[in-house]
């Protein structure tokens, strides 16, 4: 009866994952993560570019905005080719320091390669931890934990269905019906399928790069033209060569 081990090894697994989950809403619950705005919080003040973006996109999209802010100004040269050159050589914020940076001393680097570096740098990180304190982004440190946490639950429910159908066609069941097999697996399955359901529902705003509070301010910022490339990403890009810039793959 070899299917009772690897039920056994798909129910601990299943059960691991879930409560994995559960310490992740139970962190997720603490006050001091709480995200919904209470009743006569100041409203927030309007969005800039970079924090809508933030809001909308993480840490990616303030790249993509920053780079497409800084070549409509003549500050930066985005070719059809995917490659980046720098025009100033002296910042006008704490962003386009971060830019000037990533491409150092030639200044010329692949688009691809510039953005990563600008996504993943120190200006971009506060301009987050600014928005957490703000109650506008969901704090990284709930944000991860979340995203860690259902990611482990998704797979664990894939392997629980797959050594559920091994079990039943591959292995002996000594004595058992198959129907009985597959109720036994039936369990640990309902457990993860069941979990993740209900976090769908409970912990969906965890997962997103905004609060409850912050998606609000966004729908506000939706109405203005000039953060269109914030909200909505590459697609909201008019001139082609940007766009091309952006999407073109190139090797280093």
Same mark, same amino acid.
């Given at each position: 009866?070899?299917?009772?081990?690897?039920?056994?090894? %798909?129910?601990?697994?299943?059960?691991?994952?879930?409560?994995?989950?559960?310490?992740?809403?139970?962190?997720?619950?603490?006050?001091?993560?709480?995200?919904?705005? !209470?009743? /006569?919080?100041?409203?927030?003040?309007?969005?800039?570019?970079?924090?809508? =973006?933030?809001?909308?996109? @993480?840490?990616?999209?303030?790249?993509?905005?920053?780079?497409?802010?800084?070549?409509?100004?003549?500050?930066?040269?985005?070719?059809?080719? @995917?490659? &980046?050159?720098?025009?100033?050589?002296?910042?006008?914020?704490?962003?386009? /320091?971060?830019?000037?940076?990533?491409?150092?001393? @030639?200044?010329?680097?692949?688009? $691809?390669?510039?953005?990563? #570096?600008?996504? &993943? +740098? %120190?200006?971009?990180?506060?301009?987050?931890?600014?928005? !957490?304190?703000?109650?506008?982004?969901?704090?990284?440190?709930?944000? +991860?934990?979340?995203?860690?946490?259902?990611?482990?639950?998704?797979?664990?429910?894939? /392997?629980?269905?797959?050594?559920?159908?091994? +079990?039943?066609?591959?292995?002996?069941?000594?004595?058992? +019906?198959?129907?009985?097999?597959?109720?036994?697996?039936?369990?640990?399955?309902?457990?993860? =399928?069941?979990?993740?359901?209900?976090?769908?529902?409970?912990?969906?705003?965890?997962?997103?790069?905004?609060?409850?509070?912050?998606?609000?301010?966004?729908? /506000?910022?939706?109405?203005?033209?000039?953060?269109?490339?914030?909200?909505?990403?590459?697609? $909201?890009?008019? #001139?082609?060569?940007?766009? &091309?810039?952006?999407?073109?793959?190139? &090797? $280093?």
């Amino acid at each position: 009866m070899l299917w009772i081990p690897v039920l056994l090894l %798909a129910a601990t697994a299943s059960v691991v994952a879930c409560a994995r989950l559960f310490r992740a809403a139970v962190r997720a619950a603490d006050p001091r993560f709480r995200l919904t705005a !209470g009743r /006569g919080d100041p409203a927030a003040r309007p969005l800039g570019l970079a924090e809508t =973006a933030f809001l909308v996109g @993480g840490p990616a999209r303030v790249a993509e905005v920053t780079l497409v802010a800084m070549a409509r100004r003549g500050r930066l040269l985005l070719a059809h080719t @995917g490659w &980046a050159t720098a025009v100033a050589d002296r910042p006008a914020d704490a962003l386009e /320091g971060a830019v000037l940076d990533a491409l150092g001393p @030639g200044l010329q680097l692949p688009v $691809a390669e510039l953005r990563a #570096e600008v996504a &993943a +740098s %120190a200006e971009i990180r506060a301009l987050g931890e600014r928005l !957490g304190a703000a109650r506008l982004a969901v704090p990284t440190e709930i944000r +991860s934990l979340v995203a860690g946490a259902l990611r482990q639950l998704r797979r664990t429910v894939l /392997g629980v269905a797959a050594a559920g159908l091994v +079990s039943l066609l591959l292995l002996p069941h000594g004595g058992h +019906s198959a129907a009985e097999v597959a109720g036994w697996f039936g369990l640990p399955l309902l457990l993860g =399928a069941g979990s993740l359901v209900i976090a769908r529902v409970d912990l969906a705003p965890y997962g997103r790069w905004a609060t409850p509070l912050g998606a609000e301010a966004v729908r /506000g910022a939706e109405r203005h033209e000039a953060l269109a490339l914030a909200v909505h990403g590459v697609r $909201a890009v008019h #001139e082609p060569q940007f766009r &091309a810039a952006l999407t073109v793959r190139t &090797a $280093a």
